[in-house]
């Protein structure tokens, strides 16, 4: 039914506004409608806290109690059905009298997997799955990535020159050299604070010595992950310091990083470089989304940029103040 595609749409919208703080929960909306008319809404508060279905509910039964029996929640995840940082969100349902209930999608975590849906059956409750579920994976691809396949949500991104170039051959060690400009490089920072993990090379971290922090931008930064194969990068550097959490990896091989990286229960990681590093996941098949910038320079000579396979398929393309930012997706997941 189209109505219910309006309501979901607007769940999605709520939802949105718990990413990144939800995480490593899905950030979830959820609308409650009288009628034809919306009484509340409620999404997912920062980890630990109030799901969207709490928030919901508890804004109804402040204002409008009367009414919740006879009105339809929507909500774009399956409610949840175990006790975690809070209780089962379908037991509230439950409770609250709610009769009908419309579902974007399955909840994939083992936890969950359908046990919502199941109870809020059992209860006597009419509920309809199945609304706009493409978008509600979307919205929470990297919480499904990481319950679906057992690793991250990963994220390449590099910056080229015009002419295929992500590092000159020679460099000034005193100047760091910029292929972008200060408003990219300020988007780079707000992707950063989006995700879990950010992971680069050895020789990325000694050519460069990055934080890798959001410092211009405000948010929270990622944990920082370094493949150091040989046990040697200084205890001076930068990516060392107290800014942020960091994790040094012996292993350079994509399956077991990401194997890894599951284990420290981060369901998104940017890998930011170096050439090789990138070039090792495009090549092992073990990533989802890549964000290319294409600055206004030529080097002429250097270190090339990764190749890209046939699986790359860009989704979009815009200019930032002359910088070219291309987006692509892996067409084969």
């Given at each position: 039914m189209k109505i219910h595609n309006t309501y979901i749409k607007r769940c999605l919208e709520l939802a949105k506004n718990g990413l990144p703080e939800a995480m490593p929960n899905p950030s979830v909306g959820a609308?409650?409608?009288?009628?034809?008319?919306?009484?509340?809404?409620?999404?997912?508060?920062?980890?630990?806290?109030?799901?969207?279905?709490?928030?919901c509910i508890a804004f109804a039964k402040a204002n409008h109690p009367e009414k919740i029996e006879k009105s339809t929640l929507y909500v774009s995840l399956e409610p949840c059905s175990h006790y975690g940082k809070t209780p089962p969100c379908a037991d509230l349902v439950i409770d609250s009298g709610i009769k009908k209930v419309v579902v974007g999608t399955l909840d994939p975590f083992a936890k969950v997997a359908g046990n919502g849906i199941k109870k809020l059956i059992q209860a006597g409750i009419d509920v309809t799955v199945g609304v706009l579920e493409a978008e509600c994976y979307e919205l929470n691809k990297r919480f499904f990535t990481f319950h679906k396949l057992n690793r991250p949500y990963i994220i390449l991104k590099w910056a080229e020159t015009i002419d295929g170039f992500i590092a000159p051959e020679t460099r000034d060690a005193q100047n760091p050299v910029w292929i972008t400009n200060t408003y990219s490089r300020q988007l780079v920072h707000k992707w950063r604070a989006e995700e879990m993990g950010i992971l680069v090379g050895g020789k990325t971290v000694l050519?460069?010595?990055?934080?890798?922090?959001?410092?211009?931008?405000?948010?929270?930064?990622?944990?920082r992950i370094v493949i150091d194969t040989k046990g040697t990068l200084s205890k001076d550097l930068a990516i060392f310091d107290s800014s942020a959490k960091t994790i040094v990896l012996s292993e350079s091989d994509?399956?077991?990083?990401?194997?890894?990286?599951?284990?420290?229960?981060?369901?998104?990681?940017?890998?930011e470089g170096g050439a090789q590093t990138l070039q090792r996941f495009i090549d092992s098949n073990l990533w989802d989304e890549a964000r290319v910038f294409v600055g206004q320079s030529h080097f002429k000579n250097g270190t090339k940029a990764p190749k890209r396979s046939s699986d790359f398929v860009r989704l979009s393309s815009?200019?930032?103040?002359?910088?070219?930012?291309?987006?692509?997706?892996?067409?084969?997941?």
């Amino acid at each position: 039914m189209k109505i219910h595609n309006t309501y979901i749409k607007r769940c999605l919208e709520l939802a949105k506004n718990g990413l990144p703080e939800a995480m490593p929960n899905p950030s979830v909306g959820a609308v409650l409608v009288y009628g034809d008319t919306i009484i509340a809404e409620g999404y997912t508060t920062a980890y630990g806290g109030s799901h969207a279905e709490v928030n919901c509910i508890a804004f109804a039964k402040a204002n409008h109690p009367e009414k919740i029996e006879k009105s339809t929640l929507y909500v774009s995840l399956e409610p949840c059905s175990h006790y975690g940082k809070t209780p089962p969100c379908a037991d509230l349902v439950i409770d609250s009298g709610i009769k009908k209930v419309v579902v974007g999608t399955l909840d994939p975590f083992a936890k969950v997997a359908g046990n919502g849906i199941k109870k809020l059956i059992q209860a006597g409750i009419d509920v309809t799955v199945g609304v706009l579920e493409a978008e509600c994976y979307e919205l929470n691809k990297r919480f499904f990535t990481f319950h679906k396949l057992n690793r991250p949500y990963i994220i390449l991104k590099w910056a080229e020159t015009i002419d295929g170039f992500i590092a000159p051959e020679t460099r000034d060690a005193q100047n760091p050299v910029w292929i972008t400009n200060t408003y990219s490089r300020q988007l780079v920072h707000k992707w950063r604070a989006e995700e879990m993990g950010i992971l680069v090379g050895g020789k990325t971290v000694l050519a460069d010595n990055p934080s890798l922090t959001t410092r211009d931008w405000e948010g929270n930064s990622p944990v920082r992950i370094v493949i150091d194969t040989k046990g040697t990068l200084s205890k001076d550097l930068a990516i060392f310091d107290s800014s942020a959490k960091t994790i040094v990896l012996s292993e350079s091989d994509p399956e077991k990083i990401c194997e890894l990286l599951f284990k420290e229960e981060l369901q998104s990681v940017i890998i930011e470089g170096g050439a090789q590093t990138l070039q090792r996941f495009i090549d092992s098949n073990l990533w989802d989304e890549a964000r290319v910038f294409v600055g206004q320079s030529h080097f002429k000579n250097g270190t090339k940029a990764p190749k890209r396979s046939s699986d790359f398929v860009r989704l979009s393309s815009e200019s930032i103040k002359g910088d070219i930012l291309n987006i692509y997706k892996n067409s084969s997941h």
